[in-house]
């Protein structure tokens, strides 16, 4: 259970924390974030856990393109030519974050959790998880215009959810 934040948490989402750090901690698996629209909130559940987060290496907030280039070495053509929101950052954020940090997997977020510009589709989100030895696993979700929070609530779901399969399937 987290300390911190499980008043606001719903049941199955601290079920997944829970498998998550607990799956990572028997296969002796450290794990690392690349977060844009959920601004460091898997870090943060990741880490709240007592007794557990010491499977948690490290979270990198990258909210601009500048930031994905600098922190996880996303190539800013990329960018450019797929945008932020798109599945080859996705999948170049999650593998940058693997590097950068040493982890045994890293899982990456990027997306409108809300409205942001006017091509743009509120609840658009790509997730990525890179681990060492296995293939990138790349996911598109459409959640509406729920909101922010509640979105960024469906991410953090979403992105446990392929950790914890990650995690487990090695």
Not at 66 to 90: F, M, T, W
């Amino acid at each position: 259970m987290t300390e911190t934040l499980s008043p606001a948490l719903p049941n199955d989402i601290e079920a997944l924390i829970e498998a998550v750090l607990k799956g990572a901690e028997s296969r002796d698996v450290t794990l690392a974030t690349a977060e844009s629209c959920t601004g460091g909130l898997i870090a943060s559940v990741l880490t709240d856990v007592e007794g557990r987060s010491h499977v948690f290496e490290r979270g990198y907030v990258v909210y601009t393109d500048d930031a994905k280039a600098d922190e996880l070495a996303v190539p800013p053509r990329l960018i450019a030519r797929n945008g932020a929101v798109s599945e080859p950052v996705a999948r170049a954020m999650a593998e940058g974050a693997l590097r950068a940090s040493g982890a045994g997997a890293a899982v990456a977020v990027t997306g409108f959790a809300g409205q942001a510009g006017p091509d743009d589709e509120p609840g658009l989100v790509h997730f990525a998880v890179a681990a060492s030895g296995a293939p990138t696993v790349h996911e598109e979700h459409h959640f509406g215009d729920i909101g922010r929070g509640p979105c960024r609530l469906e991410c953090l779901r979403v992105a446990l959810r392929m950790l914890e399969a990650a995690v487990i399937n090695r």
